[in-house]
């Protein structure tokens, strides 16, 4: 009896043993896939890629590039891995981030290098190189974007064997020559600017004449104009009406009597020779366009009232004609609307701009 009891004994304990070594050998199985620092490998990857600057890590691919896990290789990448963001990103978004953070934490130093690897790949060979070429391109844009200067290079593993580790280097391109800024030329509101973002020296500022600036012709802000009743001069005007030319002399200071002037002038060119040879003629001329016109004719009229509003001027005549001008600057004024024959002036053209001359 004691010998049977010994020998169940035994059985039982073999069984425990063996039971023992199983789970111990699920347990050493199942932990196959986490490192020393609990990084679990995703269940199912097509590439393995390494990215160095000095932090390191790996980035675990599917077949359409998508990040399905970050590693951090090293303690500088630890230390940044949380800064990292990488759900549901493409690998371009997550190198992007990854040189971002790496240059605002400081590893960026001068002369940095950043090293791209594929170190596991079940891809072909195209699919391999197509991600390495993407993230050199993403690491010089994101460069030039932070105005760093870094060379990045490449490399992949021979023949596609991922049970090899040897690398070839496929290419290094640095950063700084892949961009020479140009600048675009600095403006009253902006200094020299080149396409990339960087800036050099200062805005120029306005240049303010008559309340407009002579650069950008924007308004001043401050400028105030003086009171057309209060210029002491005329508002002169040219223009041609059917081959003649009109020559309009307005005053409206606040005086008893303000009136507008009208000289018509003919083409010197086209009057007789013996009145072009005349050695006076000159003193009876007017310059416009170039061309020489001879005032012969004239007119006018009174006017009556002249009211300000802001920077709209309203002229009427004796006979309740309106000119409405607007105040362009100190010096200007702008037609904005004119009865069709004001002060026996006929046909002022909308848009024209009269000219202060004190006197």
Known sequence: MRRILSVT???IMALMLASCGKDADTAKSSSSTVSSTGFVKPEQYASVLLVTINPQFKLYLDENG????????NDDAESIRDSISFEKQNFETVIKSIVTTANEKGFVKEDATVNFEIIE?????????????????TANDAAIELKIEITVNIVEI????????????????????AHTHSYAAATCTEPKKCSCGAVEGK??????????????KAKDPNFKTTS??????????KYLNKKELYSVSMIICNSEKNSAGLGIGDLLSTLPPDMQNDPNIGKYCEKFNGESYYIGRGTGDDITTVKEDGNTVTLTDTEGNKLVL?????????????????ADIDGIPVGSVFTFVAG
């Open 228 to 237: 057309v009743l209060n210029k002491q001069g005329k508002w002169t005007l």
């Open 9 to 11: 004994i035994a059985l």
């Open 158 to 177: 021979k023949d596609n064997d991922t049970s090899s580790a040897t690398a070839s280097v496929s290419s290094a391109v640095s950063s700084a020559p």
């Open 326 to 342: 607007t105040r362009t600057g100190e010096n200007t004024l702008k037609c904005t609307s004119a009865s069709d024959v004001f």
């Open 203 to 216: 805005a120029l500022g306005h240049n303010y004449k008559d309340g407009v600036c002579t650069r950008c």
């Open 121 to 137: 790949s079940a891809e072909a060979d195209t699919a391999v190189a197509d991600i390495l070429t993407k993230a050199q391109k």
């Open 66 to 73: 998508t990040v399905l896990a970050v590693e951090a290789v």
